[in-house]
């Protein structure tokens, strides 16, 4: 291996991702810097470049929150940063009004998005994967941590913090019957959808046979974009539930995506936070928007009328097992309703079946003996034995303590207040306590 390229910087605070997250706690500290005196921050994204989920804009799919939720408006609506400047910046202002909805394409968020990061440049560096973050010692304290990340040419950076922000996202989940075929590209998670269909190979006036497992939104928007853009595509849409169910965004409901509602979770003992949680999962987790719901159905009864049945719905079904043979993938299907088993062959299988929220365990892992189980503050700080005096965030990662909002956009402006705040706070505390990590650092790089 290269030597690392070690910087000599001590950064107040080096974010993990520079996803929506950190975009908004970017510009939430670039406000705060302009009254308190601006923080030596930096940003680090392993994209090579911005895009939000890039490989899941297909052209059918919709933000699912209100445009009004963008990075600024519920703290600051003067900000330059709204979406509503973004589309004035571009000449479509009066064009978006006479669209007439709160829900923007994700196209057009993710350019949104592009637009926000581009003003940041200076402050991120992209293509550099995180790898792990490690407590940089002094006197048995942690005064300071160490950034390790790779760039694209494999070259490893090695860069001091006195904080750390990890809002690196969700991990798309494998189920352990496809762990097996990870590296065959014919099997793929919904987050690769674009690139991986882009690869698959097309015999002209043959179906492709593909497959879809799970019965959210990421399946059904998989559903459609094949359905309208692959004529040849025949698909099995695969999901253990009986029916797609709709994502109840009723306004009521919706008021656990309010600010407020942080508190109201966040005061509760674990069990009632998990009841109030699980009590929600129709908002977000295994549901789909009413609108394509009302879709596929359509699509499948104009098959009925037509008898050419292109597409098979199968819902209670479970998958037993994934092979790779000299007719394509091979699944092994069982009814749950009735115990029958069946084969069948798939020239391409479509894994939407979610993300996982467990890589802030891993890149935190040679912190563990001052981190106890991940104990997130009102703050979004990880409540840390005394010995480590360096401040860790995360966002994305705190559902559990801080509700649903916590993977979404819902709460964004307010969070990167909340924890701008905080920063700003303990930053100073540990300026003034520890005059000691420039010193170390000289002789620790
Ligand atoms: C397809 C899809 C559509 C969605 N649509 C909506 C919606 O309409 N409304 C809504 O409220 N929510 C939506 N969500 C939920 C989504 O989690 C949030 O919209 C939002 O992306 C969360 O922002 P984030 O910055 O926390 O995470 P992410 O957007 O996931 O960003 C994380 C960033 O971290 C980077 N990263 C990861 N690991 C590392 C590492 N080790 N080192 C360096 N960088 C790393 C990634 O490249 C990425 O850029 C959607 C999710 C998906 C998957
Ligand atoms: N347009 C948009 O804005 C958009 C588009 C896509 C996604 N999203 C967002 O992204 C987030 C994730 O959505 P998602 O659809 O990717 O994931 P999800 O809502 O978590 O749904 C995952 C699906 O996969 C199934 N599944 C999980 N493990 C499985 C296994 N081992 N075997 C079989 N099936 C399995 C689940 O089945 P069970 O129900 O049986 O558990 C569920 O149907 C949500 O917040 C969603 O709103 C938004």
Redesign the pocket.
């Known amino acids: 291996m290269t030597q690392a390229i070690a910087s000599a910087v001590v950064h107040d605070l080096i974010g993990i991702g520079f996803g929506p997250s950190n975009l908004a706690l970017a510009i939430a500290l670039e406000e705060r810097g302009q009254v308190q005196g601006p923080l030596d921050v930096l940003f680090l994204d392993k994209q090579a470049d911005y895009r939000w989920h890039g490989n899941?804009l297909v052209s059918q799919?919709?933000?699912?929150i209100s445009f009004l939720k963008d990075l600024v408006t519920l703290r600051n609506p003067t900000s330059p940063y709204s979406f509503v400047n973004y589309l004035k910046a571009h000449g479509r202002l009066v064009d978006f009004i006479n669209l007439g909805t709160f829900y923007p394409c994700?196209m057009e968020f993710n350019d949104y998005l592009r637009w926000v990061a581009s003003h940041f440049a200076a402050q991120s560096r992209y293509g550099e994967e995180v790898l792990a973050i490690e407590p940089v010692l002094h006197l048995q304290q942690v005064e300071a941590l160490r950034v390790i990340s790779r760039d694209s040419h494999g070259q490893h950076h090695v860069r001091t913090t006195r904080s750390v922000v990890v809002s690196a996202g969700g991990t798309p989940?494998i189920?352990t019957a496809f762990k097996a075929l990870k590296d065959d590209s014919r099997v793929f998670h919904?987050s690769q959808y674009l690139a991986s269909m882009a690869k698959q190979p097309r015999v002209s006036s043959q179906p492709m046979r593909i497959a879809i497992?799970?019965?959210?939104?990421?399946?059904a928007?998989a559903f459609i974009d094949l359905n309208d853009s692959y004529p040849s595509a025949h698909v099995d849409l695969i999901?253990?539930?009986s029916a797609l169910k709709p994502a109840d965004d009723s306004p009521f409901v919706n008021e656990v995506f309010a600010p407020q509602f942080t508190d109201l979770v966040y005061q509760q003992n674990t069990a009632e936070r998990e009841r109030l949680i699980n009590e929600y999962q129709s908002t977000?987790?295994?549901?789909v928007d009413i609108d394509l719901i009302e879709r596929i159905y359509g699509i499948f009864y104009r098959q009925k009328v037509s008898g050419v049945a292109r597409h098979v719905f199968r819902s209670l079904t479970?998958?037993e097992n994934a092979v790779a043979d000299g007719q394509g993938i091979k699944l092994a299907l069982c009814n749950t309703a009735s115990g029958e088993l069946s084969e069948q062959h798939y020239d391409a299988v479509i894994l939407?079946?979610?993300?996982d929220r467990q890589l802030h365990r891993h890149l935190l892992a040679p912190l563990a003996e001052y981190l106890g189980d991940f104990e997130v503050d009102r703050d979004y700080r990880i409540v840390t034995d005394a010995r480590c005096k360096a401040s860790i965030y995360m966002q994305g990662f705190c559902q559990a303590s801080h509700g649903l909002s916590d993977?979404?956009l819902s709460v964004l402006p307010i969070r990167a207040e909340e924890i701008s705040a905080s920063l700003y706070t303990h930053d100073k505390q540990h300026k003034q306590n520890s005059v000691a990590v420039e010193r170390l650092l000289a002789t620790a790089i």
Do not use: K
């Not at 799919?61 to 699912?64: F, P």
């Not at 497992?213 to 399946?219: C, D, E, K, L, V």
């Open positions: 899941t799919s919709e933000l699912q994700r989940r189920p919904h497992i799970g019965g959210g939104q990421s399946a928007e999901l253990r539930g977000n987790y295994s549901v479970s998958i939407a079946t979610g993300y993977t979404l």
